[in-house]
């Protein structure tokens, strides 16, 4: 039986899998409560289909006893009153259940902490926004949360429709050019949750890729406290040539390091890229050899990106790697 | 007047009048249905070869992580020109054809009403075709997906002509569908066989007309899109552009109030070809006739309350995201209804298992996994974990290709030998349909856990550290045992096309009309027209049928009968041949293409469509037109 062995499938995934990316492995709020919907509801489903096919084979095989007269099509008009009735019980059992999962999901507590959101092709920018204005401030691609308390995300996009999914967390949610959106995170355990964008948007939709980074509120404040400093100043002459040629070439044109004259706004913010997991929305992991694979050829690495080509010489290269991997 | 004529005699007076003679002006010129038709289907089957060619350049490409077999600009051509050459170009045409086919024969006429139209219809379609893959051909193939979401594909993101292409095919495709079902309501409504009242119409022709009334209602919906994605893309208007006041979410509302009743387009039609099946080979009179009709017609209506179950994650407000939810399950009764319809005409019949039944056989197991999907996707808080995934690309295969591919396949075993006068291999139906369930259900079921796993789909490729490559690898694989089915059903129909077995008038001793005529039918269809007194005319009188006369021989002439008893009201005449669709779609082809360029074409362009009209148009003084 084709369903029997999906859910036994199903139940092998929940149990065994800590796969970074997955539905079935929900560790936040609203993920846990859809995931008892999405798997009662696969349940339920996959009787209904059981019962359609024992139906079904039965009335193929049983062939002796059909008197064919009167009294089995009065029978049969009475199985299919039946069938309907029960069909509609089902139905309604299930939306019911979808409209409770709806509500529960509402009855998130009050956020304590509120995030913007903007998708571009193809990255992820979040602003951490404050009150205090210079208590804000701006990452890229890695999004960190404290573990146990409701976020905040205000969902906008600067371009085309992209859309915020971090399966184990949420479900998802567009981000639609000219209007807002919120989702509101909450992790119940700490850990690296995967997520990517999920409605198409053009040529590298399948690198568009962020984490979610859920930290004890000690460690959160750490990072959000660092975050919130200008970029490191070189400490080696390899560090330092490479800020001068990041000043000097095109690169600042393009991206912000806070604390020095480099302020474009077209590519994410650099100010602590170093500290960053990974690079390119989740494309390569951030090592100093991957940074500049990346910068010496990003259209290779992830054709149609945004970033250009900047010419540069194996030298300027390792040069500009060391400064980007300093910035912690 | 045929009163006074022998048999023979008077066929020798029909061919005269209705045969289509040889020749290529003549060929073009022709409006016989069933050449017609036959020019759908096959066109409609060389896009299935087309675009199934493209689906598996997909899973070549997703077969591994990282893969760099396409690049993402084409993979997203690719996609694209899949999802459109699929639902446009397969999916509604050949159910279109089917319908061009079988509805005159089933209704007992001897042609559509408005042939010419119907030549012209096939035209505009086949341009629209040709326009989207010769410009794949040019490497300038829509890459936005077959629903073109704006502002990807706007003026702003959307590069070169892309969009304009992809939006244009609409027009000539919706163009096509919108007279194909004038002519279908009028046929149905109009030229009923005498005594074919409403409750004697059979099953596949009540779908056909029910699909006809969706596609009259939806068209205007996608034609008002794919026109202001024109507009907005060539003039600057900026109806999908919020800095300028527009929305981008208007655009999904249009394309989905006419996109998801396009689901139920193809369908339908698929469910009257499985409930004839179905009759068919359990040799009775199919169970809950009445409950069907009034299922399908339920499907019709509530096809249009539910397009914004593919919009639950933009952000609506909740009191709507609930209605949408319900509605979108209570389309679950009437499929519900349907199918244990035909489960209790099965169990009260004594099924025969030719190769038709068991694709139906095959439908119903995979479509009942499709329309549970289906109602999974409906409830809003589970479809924002599901959608945009491939859990959605599963459930909409299951839903197309097992819903409506799997019954198509089986009318194809059915009335081939109807359309052709020999009859397809039951050895290798068998061997095709085992393929194709089985490669189907490989290819497609593990798609829901991939989607499960966290998997978007329109994916040009996926990293190496995500546990997708082992199921991904898994279905390229399966996708090929699929194709290998296909292969097998297209050499069947080829072989039995130049040699399969003689068929004779009847040889699955069906009930309905289309049987009591030879196969194939002569160009005339009928003799005399026969007179209805049952659903099932050849199984309650299996020698011979009633008849009418009167009808006169020396024109193109038919009865026109009412609309709910089909009484006969009138002689009405045919349309003759005519060359003048043909130009008439040729002027269409160059007004619609060139306005792809320029917006002049429009004005420019409808001059010499306004000469080709005249000429269509013009008394010529012929019988025909003369009453
Ligand atoms: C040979 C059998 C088929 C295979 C192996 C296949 C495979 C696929 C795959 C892998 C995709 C996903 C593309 C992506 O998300 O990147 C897809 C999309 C799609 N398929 Fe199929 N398919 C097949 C037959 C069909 C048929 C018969 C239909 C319709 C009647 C159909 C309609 C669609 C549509 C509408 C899409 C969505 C395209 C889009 O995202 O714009 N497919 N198919
Ligand atoms: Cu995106």
């Given at each position: 039986m084709k369903s029997t062995s999906a859910f036994l499938l199903l139940a092998l995934l929940v149990s065994g899998c800590s796969g970074a990316q997955s539905v079935l492995n929900a560790e936040g709020h609203a993920a846990i409560e859809l995931r008892t919907l999405i798997l009662g509801t696969i349940l339920v489903c996959a009787a209904v289909w059981l019962v359609v096919t024992m139906a079904l084979v039965s009335a193929l095989v049983r062939r002796s006893d059909r008197d064919g007269g009167a009294v089995s099509e009065r029978k049969a008009a009475a199985a299919v009153s039946g069938a309907v009735g029960a069909t509609v019980l089902v139905i309604t059992g299930l939306t019911i259940a979808s409209f409770y999962t709806t509500r529960a999901l509402s009855?998130?507590?009050?956020?304590?902490l509120t995030i913007d959101v903007t998708a571009q092709q193809w990255w992820w920018q979040f602003n951490y926004v404050d009150q205090n204005s210079a208590r804000a401030f701006v990452v890229a691609n890695e999004l960190h949360i404290p573990v146990g308390k409701a976020v905040r995300l205000r969902l906008k996009s600067s371009d085309v429709i992209h859309s915020f999914w971090v399966p184990s967390l949420a479900g998802k949610q567009d981000l639609i050019p000219g209007r807002e959106n919120s989702l509101t995170l909450q992790a119940e355990r700490p850990g690296i949750y995967r997520g990517q964008c999920?409605?198409?948007?053009?040529?590298q939709h399948s690198h568009m890729a962020l984490f979610v980074i859920a930290e004890a509120q000690a460690d959160y404040e750490r990072w959000a406290e660092r975050q919130r400093g200008a970029g490191a100043e070189p400490t080696e002459p390899e560090m330092v040539a490479g800020k001068a040629l990041f000043m000097a070439r095109q690169c600042a044109a393009c991206h912000t390091i806070r604390g020095t004259r480099a302020a474009g706004a077209t590519g994410p913010d650099l100010t602590h890229i170093g500290s960053r997991r990974t690079i390119a929305a989740g494309l390569l992991e951030n090592t100093r050899g991957s940074l500049a694979a990346w910068i010496a050829d990003p259209q290779t690495l992830k054709p149609g990106n945004n970033m250009p080509l900047v010419p540069l010489t194996s030298d300027e290269l390792r040069q500009l790697a060391a400064y980007m991997e300093n910035l912690q | 007047m045929d009163d006074g004529l022998d048999d023979a005699e008077l066929e020798r007076h029909l061919l005269q009048r209705w045969e289509t003679p040889h020749g290529v002006w003549n060929a073009l010129a022709t409006v016989d249905h069933k050449i017609i038709a036959r020019r759908y289907l096959v066109t409609a089957f060389v896009f299935l070869i087309l675009g199934g060619l493209l689906a598996v350049a997909m899973r070549i490409q997703l077969a591994q992580p990282e893969a760099r077999i396409l690049d993402p600009d084409r993979y997203n051509q690719i996609f694209t020109m899949h999802g459109s050459t699929m639902m446009f170009l397969f999916a509604v045409p050949v159910m279109e054809a089917m319908a061009i086919y079988l509805v005159p024969l089933m209704v007992g006429t001897r042609n559509i009403a408005f042939p010419r139209l119907n030549a012209y219809s096939y035209w505009i379609i086949l341009v629209g075709g040709l326009l989207l893959w010769i410009s794949f051909a040019l490497d300038a193939a829509p890459d936005v997906g077959w629903f073109a979401y704006v502002p990807l594909s706007g003026p702003e993101y959307g590069s070169g002509k892309r969009a304009d292409i992809w939006a244009q095919m609409i027009t000539f495709t919706e163009l096509s569908a919108l007279a194909v079902a004038v002519e279908i309501v009028v046929t149905v409504f109009k030229?009923?066989?005498?005594?074919?009242s409403l409750d004697r119409i059979p099953l596949l022709v009540w779908s056909m007309l029910v699909m006809a009334f969706i596609v009259i209602m939806a068209m205007p919906a996608i034609m008002f899109a794919s026109s202001t994605l024109i507009l907005d893309r060539l003039v600057e208007t900026q109806f999908y552009n919020p800095a300028a006041g527009g929305d981008v979410l208007l655009w999904q509302h249009v394309f989905w109030f006419f996109g998801h009743p396009e689901v139920y387009i193809i369908f339908l039609p698929a469910a009257g070809m499985a409930s004839t099946i179905v009759a068919t080979f359990s040799r009775r009179t199919i169970f809950g006739y009445l409950p069907l009709v009034m299922a399908f017609i339920a499907t019709g209506v509530l096809?249009?309350?539910?397009?914004?179950h593919h919009m639950f994650?933009?952000?609506?407000p909740r009191l709507g995201e609930g209605f949408f939810t319900a509605s979108s399950m209570a389309i679950a009764v009437p499929a519900g209804i349907q199918i244990f319809c035909w489960l209790a005409t099965l169990w009260l019949g004594r099924p025969v298992f030719a190769t038709p039944l068991l694709f139906v056989i095959g439908f119903i197991v995979t479509f009942v996994i499709g329309g549970l999907t289906g109602v999974m996707v409906a409830s809003v808080p589970f479809d924002t974990q599901v959608h945009d995934t491939y859990f959605v690309v599963a459930h909409f295969h299951y839903v197309l290709?097992?819903?409506?591919v799997f019954p198509l396949l089986g009318a194809i075993y059915y009335w081939f030998p109807k359309m052709t006068g020999r009859m397809m291999s039951e050895r290798l139906g068998r061997w095709a349909f085992g393929l194709i369930f089985l490669g189907f259900n490989l290819t497609f079921f593990p798609m829901h856990i991939l989607g499960l796993l966290g998997m978007p789909r329109r994916v040009y490729t996926y990293q190496p550290e995500l546990p997708w490559a082992g199921l991904n690898l898994f279905i390229s694989l399966s996708a090929l045992l699929l194709v290998s089915g296909f292969v097998v059903f297209f050499i069947d129909v080829l072989r039995a096309w130049r040699s399969g077995e003689p068929a004779g008038p009847n040889p699955w001793k069906a009930g309905t009309l289309e049987w009591a005529t030879s196969s194939p039918p002569p160009a005339y269809n009928f003799r005399r027209i026969p007179v209805v007194d049952a659903c099932n005319p050849l199984w309650v009188h299996p020698d011979e049928l009633a008849v009418t006369t009167g009808l006169r021989v020396d024109r193109r002439e038919l009865i026109a009968s009412s609309v709910v008893e089909a009484l006969p009201q009138a002689r009405e005449s045919s349309p003759r041949d005519s060359i003048w669709p043909f130009w008439a779609a040729i002027a269409t082809s160059i007004m619609l293409i060139g306005s792809i360029f320029t917006p002049w074409a429009v004005v420019w362009g409808s001059i010499p469509i306004a000469v080709t009209l005249i000429g269509w148009f013009w008394p010529k003084g012929t019988a025909e037109d003369t009453s």
């Amino acid at each position: 039986m084709k369903s029997t062995s999906a859910f036994l499938l199903l139940a092998l995934l929940v149990s065994g899998c800590s796969g970074a990316q997955s539905v079935l492995n929900a560790e936040g709020h609203a993920a846990i409560e859809l995931r008892t919907l999405i798997l009662g509801t696969i349940l339920v489903c996959a009787a209904v289909w059981l019962v359609v096919t024992m139906a079904l084979v039965s009335a193929l095989v049983r062939r002796s006893d059909r008197d064919g007269g009167a009294v089995s099509e009065r029978k049969a008009a009475a199985a299919v009153s039946g069938a309907v009735g029960a069909t509609v019980l089902v139905i309604t059992g299930l939306t019911i259940a979808s409209f409770y999962t709806t509500r529960a999901l509402s009855e998130a507590p009050t956020p304590e902490l509120t995030i913007d959101v903007t998708a571009q092709q193809w990255w992820w920018q979040f602003n951490y926004v404050d009150q205090n204005s210079a208590r804000a401030f701006v990452v890229a691609n890695e999004l960190h949360i404290p573990v146990g308390k409701a976020v905040r995300l205000r969902l906008k996009s600067s371009d085309v429709i992209h859309s915020f999914w971090v399966p184990s967390l949420a479900g998802k949610q567009d981000l639609i050019p000219g209007r807002e959106n919120s989702l509101t995170l909450q992790a119940e355990r700490p850990g690296i949750y995967r997520g990517q964008c999920a409605e198409f948007c053009g040529l590298q939709h399948s690198h568009m890729a962020l984490f979610v980074i859920a930290e004890a509120q000690a460690d959160y404040e750490r990072w959000a406290e660092r975050q919130r400093g200008a970029g490191a100043e070189p400490t080696e002459p390899e560090m330092v040539a490479g800020k001068a040629l990041f000043m000097a070439r095109q690169c600042a044109a393009c991206h912000t390091i806070r604390g020095t004259r480099a302020a474009g706004a077209t590519g994410p913010d650099l100010t602590h890229i170093g500290s960053r997991r990974t690079i390119a929305a989740g494309l390569l992991e951030n090592t100093r050899g991957s940074l500049a694979a990346w910068i010496a050829d990003p259209q290779t690495l992830k054709p149609g990106n945004n970033m250009p080509l900047v010419p540069l010489t194996s030298d300027e290269l390792r040069q500009l790697a060391a400064y980007m991997e300093n910035l912690q | 007047m045929d009163d006074g004529l022998d048999d023979a005699e008077l066929e020798r007076h029909l061919l005269q009048r209705w045969e289509t003679p040889h020749g290529v002006w003549n060929a073009l010129a022709t409006v016989d249905h069933k050449i017609i038709a036959r020019r759908y289907l096959v066109t409609a089957f060389v896009f299935l070869i087309l675009g199934g060619l493209l689906a598996v350049a997909m899973r070549i490409q997703l077969a591994q992580p990282e893969a760099r077999i396409l690049d993402p600009d084409r993979y997203n051509q690719i996609f694209t020109m899949h999802g459109s050459t699929m639902m446009f170009l397969f999916a509604v045409p050949v159910m279109e054809a089917m319908a061009i086919y079988l509805v005159p024969l089933m209704v007992g006429t001897r042609n559509i009403a408005f042939p010419r139209l119907n030549a012209y219809s096939y035209w505009i379609i086949l341009v629209g075709g040709l326009l989207l893959w010769i410009s794949f051909a040019l490497d300038a193939a829509p890459d936005v997906g077959w629903f073109a979401y704006v502002p990807l594909s706007g003026p702003e993101y959307g590069s070169g002509k892309r969009a304009d292409i992809w939006a244009q095919m609409i027009t000539f495709t919706e163009l096509s569908a919108l007279a194909v079902a004038v002519e279908i309501v009028v046929t149905v409504f109009k030229q009923r066989a005498p005594g074919m009242s409403l409750d004697r119409i059979p099953l596949l022709v009540w779908s056909m007309l029910v699909m006809a009334f969706i596609v009259i209602m939806a068209m205007p919906a996608i034609m008002f899109a794919s026109s202001t994605l024109i507009l907005d893309r060539l003039v600057e208007t900026q109806f999908y552009n919020p800095a300028a006041g527009g929305d981008v979410l208007l655009w999904q509302h249009v394309f989905w109030f006419f996109g998801h009743p396009e689901v139920y387009i193809i369908f339908l039609p698929a469910a009257g070809m499985a409930s004839t099946i179905v009759a068919t080979f359990s040799r009775r009179t199919i169970f809950g006739y009445l409950p069907l009709v009034m299922a399908f017609i339920a499907t019709g209506v509530l096809a249009f309350g539910l397009w914004v179950h593919h919009m639950f994650v933009v952000g609506l407000p909740r009191l709507g995201e609930g209605f949408f939810t319900a509605s979108s399950m209570a389309i679950a009764v009437p499929a519900g209804i349907q199918i244990f319809c035909w489960l209790a005409t099965l169990w009260l019949g004594r099924p025969v298992f030719a190769t038709p039944l068991l694709f139906v056989i095959g439908f119903i197991v995979t479509f009942v996994i499709g329309g549970l999907t289906g109602v999974m996707v409906a409830s809003v808080p589970f479809d924002t974990q599901v959608h945009d995934t491939y859990f959605v690309v599963a459930h909409f295969h299951y839903v197309l290709v097992g819903g409506a591919v799997f019954p198509l396949l089986g009318a194809i075993y059915y009335w081939f030998p109807k359309m052709t006068g020999r009859m397809m291999s039951e050895r290798l139906g068998r061997w095709a349909f085992g393929l194709i369930f089985l490669g189907f259900n490989l290819t497609f079921f593990p798609m829901h856990i991939l989607g499960l796993l966290g998997m978007p789909r329109r994916v040009y490729t996926y990293q190496p550290e995500l546990p997708w490559a082992g199921l991904n690898l898994f279905i390229s694989l399966s996708a090929l045992l699929l194709v290998s089915g296909f292969v097998v059903f297209f050499i069947d129909v080829l072989r039995a096309w130049r040699s399969g077995e003689p068929a004779g008038p009847n040889p699955w001793k069906a009930g309905t009309l289309e049987w009591a005529t030879s196969s194939p039918p002569p160009a005339y269809n009928f003799r005399r027209i026969p007179v209805v007194d049952a659903c099932n005319p050849l199984w309650v009188h299996p020698d011979e049928l009633a008849v009418t006369t009167g009808l006169r021989v020396d024109r193109r002439e038919l009865i026109a009968s009412s609309v709910v008893e089909a009484l006969p009201q009138a002689r009405e005449s045919s349309p003759r041949d005519s060359i003048w669709p043909f130009w008439a779609a040729i002027a269409t082809s160059i007004m619609l293409i060139g306005s792809i360029f320029t917006p002049w074409a429009v004005v420019w362009g409808s001059i010499p469509i306004a000469v080709t009209l005249i000429g269509w148009f013009w008394p010529k003084g012929t019988a025909e037109d003369t009453s």
